[in-house]
């Protein structure tokens, strides 16, 4: 496996990429060198036949603490706007497979925003959301103020952008921004992450593929327009070699029968 600076990449499962966000000192400071290695790293692991789902973790103590404040604070508007600083930092948003971000300690800023852009968030019950960037007299800039009012609706995503409040992991799922708190313990979020990758990494890929974009149309589309998207995934889906091995009636180690019992 490659090795990478800000970032570590492994297999802890059939069918799962791994990757840790590795600046512990910083507190996992999300820089643009960081996301030109994730990106790359995205990008591999998309290709890779191998792989059918991905996670995103930091540290114990930090998912990340948002954008490296020391690399941001001297920019100047003709820098951010002439160069459209933080427009790669959303790439991960294209990502075909699916993306769990597995989340501990400190998700501010940036960091929430990250965990934001993944297709599914796992919390320890150590996590602690938010968007500060107000005390820097500044906003969000990578998603924030708009994923989060479609999370957790106006009032919500205006107290914590113009007050910069932390918020905590049993917020983070009262409010369905996780699906859930996992269990306390070191490592407990990562496992139950990689776990839930490698059940999805089992289900056919394409369809996999067609059930998270047309659940990402959702957020793009009119309720007409995606009912249209996705009746129409389903049934490209009858096109496809995993369609046909569904027999009937299932049988004990069928998806179908798995998911209707
Ligand atoms: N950028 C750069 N370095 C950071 C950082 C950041 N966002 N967050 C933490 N660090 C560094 C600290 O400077 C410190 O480094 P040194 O040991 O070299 O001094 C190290 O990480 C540990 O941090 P603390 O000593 O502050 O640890 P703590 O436990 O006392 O506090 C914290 C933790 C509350 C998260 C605090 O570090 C903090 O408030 N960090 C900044 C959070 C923030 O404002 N994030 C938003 C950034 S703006 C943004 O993200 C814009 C956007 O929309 C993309």
Known sequence: AKEYEHIIVTRPAPG???ITLNRPKALNALSTPLFNELNEAVAELDGDKEIGALVLTGSERAFAAGADIK???DKTY???YGNNFLESWTKITQLRK???AAVSGYALGG??????MCDIILA???AVFGQPEINLGVIPGGGGTQRLVRAIGKSR???LTLTGRNFSAVEAESWGVVSRVVAEGEGQVVKDAVQMAETIAKKGRLAVQA???AVNAAYELTLAEGLRFERRLFHGLFATQDQKEVHCPPGPSSPVYQSTR
Do not use: F, N, R
């Not at 960091?111 to 934001?116: D, M």
């Open 157 to 159: 995503t205006m107290e």
């Open 124 to 126: 320890s019950p150590t």
């Open 98 to 100: 699916p993306i769990i």
């Open 111 to 116: 960091g929430c925003e990250l965990a934001l």
């Open 16 to 18: 799962v990429g791994l």
């Open 78 to 80: 003709e820098e951010t």
């Open 71 to 73: 690399e941001m604070k």
């Open 211 to 213: 059930g998270k974009e």
